[in-house]
């Protein structure tokens, strides 16, 4: 299958996961291993240089592109200081921008993130935005440089699956970078009916990280999302309004 590309790096996993909620950190090299993903986010919140013991970096394979997100920011000033923070830290010039005033249903800002994600382009950052799906929103986006655009399913956490399914559908088919679907998805199921729909990627954190099992449950996703491109690949079949025979009747038993 053709490899997922963002900013020139190519991707063979087209799962992200995120590093929250694990019931403990040790676990997250697993994870890595057994859903095969290539992207890792973290908040930087959590990396802790003085701590061997609480440094989330620790725990990251050295394979994998950190993708530190801004976490706690309430607006894109304090997105772009998190932005700047992480990368003079040694994590790379990726970021995922979460800029999130709302505190009960915890849905991005759309304006400020849009504002962020053009200051840190003009500073040489891989930007990937989260943000409420919205197509002239989305558009903004891409002006501003941004390398995807990552809407999400459903509120951050909940694992209600894919609530948004029809406004991500029309950011895949008008967008020309890639969406990557992020927040809600809590089966593989659901992140398989994200690939089908022809999104380039989905980013999973608590389905996986709350799993009695999270090991075999990143597993689980890999082969969601491996299903479900290659259902996009080779398009889907037609969906009819009436019952239609697989086999012909005519000139049975004569």
């Known amino acids: 299958m053709r490899k997922l590309i963002i900013s020139g790096k190519k991707l063979d996993s087209r799962l992200f996961i995120g590093t929250g909620k694990f019931p403990n950190k040790q676990i997250i090299p697993s994870v890595v291993e057994a859903c095969e993903t290539q992207v890792v986010t973290m908040a930087l919140r959590r990396v802790d240089l003085k701590s061997k013991e609480e440094n989330i970096l620790d725990y990251i394979p050295e394979t994998c592109i950190l993708l530190p997100n801004t976490s706690g920011a309430r607006n894109a000033q304090e997105a772009v200081?998190?932005?700047?923070?992480?990368?003079?830290?040694?994590?790379?010039?990726?970021?995922?921008i979460e800029v999130i005033a709302d505190s009960k249903y915890l849905l991005p800002d759309n304006l400020e993130t849009i504002k962020a994600t053009e200051v840190l382009v003009k500073e040489g950052f891989v930007v990937l935005p989260y943000m409420s799906p919205d197509l002239m929103d989305a558009k903004r986006l891409v002006s501003a440089g941004a390398s995807t655009v990552m809407p999400l399913g459903a509120p951050i956490g909940s694992n209600k699956g894919i609530r948004t399914k029809e406004i991500i559908q029309i950011l895949i088919d008008e967008i020309n970078i890639p969406v990557v679907v992020d927040a809600g998805i809590g089966k593989p199921s659901e992140a398989a009916e994200a690939m089908e729909m022809g999104a380039?990627?989905?980013?999973?954190?608590?389905?996986?990280?709350?799993?009695?099992?999270?090991?075999?449950?990143a597993r689980a996703f890999s082969y969601g999302v491996k299903a479900g491109r290659i259902a996009y690949l080779s398009k889907l079949g037609r969906v009819l309004d009436k019952a239609e025979a697989s086999s012909p009747l005519t000139g049975f038993l004569g």
């Open 81 to 96: 200081r998190i932005a700047r923070l992480a990368k003079a830290m040694g994590c790379g010039n990726w970021v995922k």
């Open 200 to 217: 380039a990627a989905v980013l999973v954190n608590t389905a996986i990280a709350t799993a009695e099992d999270p090991v075999e449950m």
